[in-house]
Each structure stands twice: as C-alpha cells, then as structure tokens.
C-alpha cells in the first residue's frame, strides 16, 4: 500500500476528531447483545402472560377468589410488569428519539403510495442496513476508533463494500471509505463534498460505497406552456446556454398559444432469449406466444407481478433455435424495469411445464432494447411515445429567435433529416434532444443511461399559412421515465419532481404523474430544437456559447505567457 501520508486533507478528517457524547437511549445500558435482550424479555412477556390467563382461567372455574395468588403468581406478575416496562421503553422511547434525530418530513400518504409502486416494482427485498439518519454530529465512536477501522481498510482486512452493515452510519461509513481511498491512492479528494448528503436515501437502490456526491447546478426554463398548462422546468448541466436557449424556445412558444402533446403509446418491454434443441421447437413456442387465444392466460400469469403491471402484447423474433420473445406493459408511475422482469419471470416459470426442453439463456436478451440505440425502440416504442407540437408564428420567428420561416425548414431538412441521414443516424434526426433530455433525467431522477433511447427524436418543421408561420414538431417513440423508484425518492430530485407537479405516485389515476412528466420532457425538447435550430439559422450559436460557455480571455497569449 506505500507509506501514509504524515496528515490527511482536512476535508475527510476533520469529522473524524470531533468527540460526542450522544443522548442517552433506552438500549445503550443494555449488558447483552440488543437481539439477544429483545429474545428474552418478548419470551417472557408472552410466556408469563401465558402462565397467568391460564391460571385465573382454572381459577374462575373451580370458584377461587382471584385476590388469593401463590408466590409462583406473584413472581409471574412482577416478571410481566418488568418485561411490559423494558418493551415500552424499547419501542416508545427509542423510537420518539429515532423520530426527532431522523428529522425527515414526509407526507404519509404520498409516502404510503410510493412504497406501493417500489413493492411492486420488486424493490421491497432491499435491506435498509442503516435505519436512521446519522448527521455528522452523531458519532458513537471516538477517533481512534474510527482510526483503527480506516487502517484495517486500508489493509484489505475489512472489505469497504461492508462498512454500512458493519457501522450501521451510513455517514460514517463514507466517511472513513473516503479517508482510506485517499490513503491508498494518495491521492486528495478535497473539492468533493461529503457533507450535506443523506446517505441513508441511497442504501440499497442508488450508489454502493459511497465517497461523496457531485454538484449539478440546476437551472430552469419556462414556464413551458404545454395542454393549457404553465411547466417551469428543472435542468441539471454543466453546459452553458442550454438553460438559456431552452428558455427563449420556451418564450416562442408560450407567446404563439403554447404547445400541444399527445401521448401515443405507454408500455415497458423486457426481451428474454430463450433456447431449445431444433429450430422447430423454437418456433413452436413462437406460434404459442402469438396466438391470441393464449393472451389471456399469459395475462393473468405476467400480472400476477404487481397490481400495477398489465400486459400488453407478445412479439417474438427467432434466431436459429434462439427465440427472443419482447413482452410490453403498462408499468404505473414507475418506470417499471424491476416489474416487467418480474413478469416475465412467472411467464417462463409458467411456459416451463409446457416446454421442458427450453433453456432460457438469459432474462434481457437485449431486443427489449434497453441503453443501446436500436431499430426496434424507434419502431414500437418503448416506454412512452410522444408527439408534440406548436405552431410559432412568423412575427415571433423574426423577433424572438431572429431569424425567418424559410431559413428554419431549409436548415430542417438538410440538417436534421438528410444530414442525419447521411450520417447513418438511428433515431438522431434532430438536433441536440439528447442535452435536454439529459438535464431533466439527471435534475428529477431518472436514469441517465436511459438518455439513449429516450433522446430519439425526429424533428419535423413546415411553413404553413402561405409560408407565414411555423409549424414544429418533435416525435419521441421511447421516452423512458417514472415519478416513483430509484433517484425519484433522493430529496433534490424529489424537488424537481415536486417543482413540475408530478411528485410520487398519483392516486386516483396511477400512472398519469410519468405520462405528464414525459410529455413535459417531449415539450422541453421542442423548445429546445427551437431555440438552437433558430441560432444556427441565424449565426448566432458560435457567439453565444463563446458568451455564456467559454471564457472571453485569449488563450494564445495565456499559452505564451507560460
């Protein structure tokens, strides 16, 4: 490992020799291990109650006064009495204390609602490892402690993936990972942020050994005027005038009536590959799939799943004796990877005893197609497909965007449509609906792998009204988003969330919160291509980046300055 360093940067040790002497719990004066203290206190709550029931039970039927008890009785009162004292300070106490230490406010119901979904997006198996939320003024443990475990980090003694399990502080446990990270790299991670973070919220669904997190400015743009409805929308980048241009498609829009956007299509597919001996038999259980008549049964198998997951339709695609067999759903509000797979696991538990002879290879056999640009995704969807609109007039085409109808569908077409396709483009016929897609993944939550196939896009531009006015439009086959599951429970993300009304689980209408978050994506985009596609048109997209995305000093005397 090399020699430590004589002092470590003051940003991940300055916790680590603060002393603290916590308040006083109901199970800090306990002699024996907790889970051993719980065993026998219930064991002798119940056991004694037991005892006494029976007693005045046998009492009452041989006419024995009930005030006339035995030295036996009398111990098992007392033992009742003391057992009923330790579990109402155990789970009362405690638990006020966990409440007022944890200081997370929450809305039960919203709660309750998400928990629902995860449930049956198969996230209820997740161990919570660290139940309560540990801030930095919650150590239990003195320095050297915390020393000792670091050094046997460092040594490969104690594996860092363990640390949550073992400390039982989430906090703590990136703490002294992110010390012996450095010890053994040598390297600073000063500039990375540590504190201010719950790392509770990312047990077990989000990030495993933690260190830190990084900061994503978020800015927003808006109001987008989408369905009658005003959107202020959330974007994290790092990028300049993404926000900026975003925004004054937003203000095109919003001055011309706003935009219009349909939902198409809703359902989360998962491909399974399966293999059997011969070709036949692969295409046997094909025609078995696609038959109608066995939908139903299928249905009723796939939804068995979640209350939330509905099966939609079976497409099969063989490769020799390989059948890859693409289910659809409905998902609810989440984004429902965790949920197809878990239906389609019972489909094939199910199909088993009709098809002993199948082999399946692998849950995703990649024709879903999940994180990877594909033709299928493009021509049936995935997720949500999206189409939206607006008609931006030619008055706010020359003020607003300073440039001219005929300009915007000329540069439409040969950069969007042909140039793409010169380019072989899958999906890409648009002009950067991947950067908006991105802030608004990364800002509410969402998977920002999942960018891929939820950036195809094809942008469409037409003069109409005699060539007087505008019309634009975006088609999105494969947006992939939920308000429920995985970063959406993170408090920033739950914000934005929050910001653009479609927060959680929606109640009276499951699943209508990730619709309208996805079409509020598609609206975005269209503002998006809007505003860049018109600073091409009009020459301006070198001079504004150069403005608000780069410095304005001269590198080429700063190079021969050095």
Request: with cysteine.
């Amino acid at each position: 490992m090399g020699s430590l360093p004589a002092k470590p940067p003051p940003s991940a040790t300055r916790h680590l020799k603060k002393p603290f002497s916590p308040p006083p719990k109901a199970s800090d004066a306990l002699p024996l291990p907790l889970y051993l203290t719980n065993f026998i206190f219930f064991t002798l709550f119940f056991s004694v109650a037991y005892f006494l029931l029976h007693r005045w039970r046998e009492k009452i039927r041989t006419s024995t006064p009930l005030h006339i008890v035995t030295l036996t009785e009398i111990s098992a009162i007392v033992s009742l009495f003391a057992s009923f004292i330790y579990l109402l300070g155990f789970f009362g106490i405690d638990f006020v204390q966990s409440i007022i230490y944890r200081n997370i406010e929450s809305d039960e119901d919203d709660e309750q609602d998400d928990l629902d979904l995860l449930d049956s997006d198969n996230n209820h198996n997740i161990p919570k490892i660290c139940p309560k939320l540990m801030d930095e003024s919650s150590k239990t443990v003195s320095s050297e402690e915390d020393e000792e475990i670091i050094k046997s980090v460092v040594n490969g003694k104690t594996p860092s993936y363990s640390l949550e399990s073992k400390l039982g502080d989430c906090y703590r446990a990136a703490l002294i990972r992110r010390e012996a990270v450095q010890r053994v790299t040598k390297r600073s991670l000063e500039g990375l942020p540590l504190d201010g973070f719950d790392y509770n919220s990312i047990l077990g669904q989000c990030c495993e050994m933690p260190i830190g997190y990084v900061q994503i400015p978020v800015g927003i743009a808006g109001p987008l005027l989408l369905n009658g409805c005003e959107f202020v929308v959330p974007m994290a980048t790092t990028e300049g005038c993404l926000v900026a241009s975003t925004n004054r498609g937003c203000k095109a829009i919003y001055t011309c009536g706003g935009a219009t956007a349909i939902l198409v299509k809703d359902g989360m597919t998962r491909a399974p590959v399966v293999r059997f001996s011969t070709a036949k038999r692969a295409a046997d259980l094909k025609f078995f799939l696609e038959d109608p008549l066995h939908f139903d049964t299928l249905a009723v198998v796939f939804n068995k799943s979640s209350r939330f997951a509905r099966l939609q339709r079976i497409q099969c695609s063989m490769a020799g004796k390989n059948l890859y067999i693409r289910f659809t759903c409905s998902t609810g509000d989440a984004m429902g990877m965790n949920m197809v797979s878990k239906g389609v696991q019972n489909v094939l538990d199910f199909l088993q005893s009709d098809f002993p002879d199948m082999d399946v290879i692998g849950i995703s056999g990649n024709f879903c197609s999940d994180k990877k640009p594909a033709a299928v995704n493009w021509i049936e969807g995935r997720g949500k497909s999206v189409v939206c609109e607006a008609v931006i007039t030619g008055d706010v085409v020359k003020k607003v965007l300073k440039t001219t109808v005929a300009a915007l569908v000329e540069l439409n077409m040969l950069k969007n449509l042909a140039g793409s396709a010169v380019a072989g483009a899958l999906g890409g016929f648009n002009a950067h609906a991947a950067n908006i897609v991105s802030a608004i993944f990364i800002a509410t939550g969402q998977d920002p792998a999942q960018n891929i196939e939820s950036s195809h896009c094809i942008t469409m531009m037409e003069a109409i009204n005699g060539g007087q006015d505008l019309h634009i439009s975006v088609t999105m086959p494969s947006i992939e988003v939920g308000t429920v599951g995985g970063g959406t429970q993170l408090a920033s993300q739950s914000a934005c969330l929050n910001l653009l009304g479609v927060k959680g689980a929606n109640k009276d209408s499951p699943g209508s919160n990730s619709r309208l978050l996805s079409t509020i994506v598609a609206g975005s985009v269209l503002a998006g291509e809007l505003s860049l596609m018109s600073a091409i048109s009009a020459g301006q997209l070198v001079k504004s980046h150069m403005k608000y995305n780069r410095s304005n000093r001269d590198m080429s005397i700063i190079a021969c300055q050095n």
